[in-house]
């Protein structure tokens, strides 16, 4: 049994509209619906935009079907736009980072659409907020720490 998922790396010449979530689109002979967006590249020397999505190949069907994942409901939709001039700042928006919005930090979990409007590049993300723990247990992690040096120090 063929596995019908499947990673690639998509190149668009800036201005060119990458893919979306949803699309479908032909490769190697093969017609493929993207599931997802992994990551991607900016290079502003060669002026290309490379993308990794996860598609399904449609014409695989020998597969067992599973139900859809859903969002968990603490994960929200943010999104971002970056003018043509602060394209260097894009790793910002790398899968991981975090990032602030209204005083509250954010990580960076999936992305839902990449875009270009006109010189702008546009990113819309699945990000889920970062709480810090409480003081209690800051508290008792920073003491056993200090035990763990005192200890080191004593031997």
Known sequence: ??????????????????????????S????RLVLG??????????????VRYTCQRLDILDFVSKGKAYPEPHQIEMEATLRHEKWDKVSDLNLGTTTTYRGERYKILEY?????????????????????????????????ERRKKLKFEII
Not at 113 to 121: F, Q, R, V
């Open 28 to 31: 190697g002979g093969e017609t």
């Open 112 to 144: 839902t659409e990449i875009s270009l409007k006109g010189t702008d590049l546009y990113v819309s993300f699945m990000a889920r907020q970062i709480h810090p723990v409480g003081r209690k247990e800051a508290k008792a992690k920073l003491l056993n």
């Open 37 to 50: 967006i992994e990551g991607f590249e900016l290079n502003r020397h060669s002026n290309v935009l490379k």
């Open 1 to 26: 049994m063929a596995d019908p998922l499947i990673t690639t790396i998509c190149r668009f010449k800036l201005f060119k509209q990458p893919y979306k979530i949803g699309d479908t689109y032909e």
